[in-house]
């Protein structure tokens, strides 16, 4: 079935340092969206990618969606403790519109 | 404050029981969505209703099943509990398809 995966699972980083996540479809996707999950909380969106090669940014975060429109990536600059969380990416599906979430990297930053 | 309502935040319940989460969406939305997150889970989609009419499927057991009301409110039905079970159902709603999804506080479900 259609699937959107996301890597890596967890990780850990020194305050300071940089982080990336990476999202992929199996199938062309019309956009892409991500969303931050804090530690109890609830997934809050960040951004939405639509155009092929768009990059987006948000203060230290970098958003981009490749050429073909299958893969997307999340990049941190100089992560801080108020980045800790559970980025998650959602893919919607070109062919019937279902959106599909990726299973999220967690990312935990030690001060 | 997304503006989608879940109830209840919490509920433990014991195996074989049968129990009901309630989703408001937020004013406008036409879409909901409920996933399950289990503890360090990614969200698992179990259904989506699109105004009154299901959109789409994905991981819900036969044992779950769910409905959109005509004010839009929706509910999620588990039966049959079973430990494994346990976990977060989110609920969420978007104005239409392509659209960004809000998501409510989720209820904390525990079965015992």
């Known amino acids: 079935g259609q699937q959107v995966m996301q890597i890596p699972q967890y990780q850990h980083v020194q305050e300071g340092e940089d982080f990336t996540t990476y999202c992929n479809s199996s199938?062309?996707?019309?956009?892409i969206q991500w969303y931050k999950q804090r530690p109890g909380g609830h997934p809050v969106f960040l951004i939405q990618?639509?155009?092929?090669?768009e990059v987006k940014k948000q203060k230290r975060l970098t958003f981009q969606f490749g050429e073909a429109k299958k893969n997307s990536s999340l990049h941190i600059t100089a992560t801080q403790t108020t980045d800790v969380g559970t980025y998650f990416c959602?893919?919607?599906?070109?062919?019937?519109?279902?959106?599909?979430f990726g299973a999220g990297t967690r990312l935990t930053v030690k001060p | 404050d997304s503006g989608v309502t879940q109830t209840p935040k919490h509920l433990i319940t014991a195996t074989g029981q049968r129990v009901t989460l309630r989703c408001s969406p937020r004013?406008?939305?036409?879409?909901v969505y409920w996933y399950q997150q289990s503890l360090d889970q990614g969200l698992q989609f179990l259904i989506q209703?699109?105004?009154?009419?299901?959109?789409a499927k994905g991981n819900i057991l036969e044992r779950f099943s769910a409905q959109q009301f005509p004010d839009l409110h929706s509910e999620l039905n588990l039966s049959s509990l079973e430990l494994g079970d346990s976990a977060l159902y989110f609920c969420?709603?978007?104005?239409?398809?392509?659209?960004?999804?809000?998501f409510g506080e989720g209820s904390w479900l525990t079965v015992v």
């Open positions: 209703y699109y105004n009154g009419e299901e959109r």
């Open positions: 004013s406008g939305d036409l879409s």
């Open positions: 969420a709603s978007s104005v239409g398809q392509g659209n960004t999804i809000y």
């Open positions: 199938t062309t996707l019309s956009n």
């Open positions: 990618l639509v155009k092929s090669g």
């Open positions: 959602a893919g919607r599906m070109i062919d019937n519109n279902d959106m599909r």
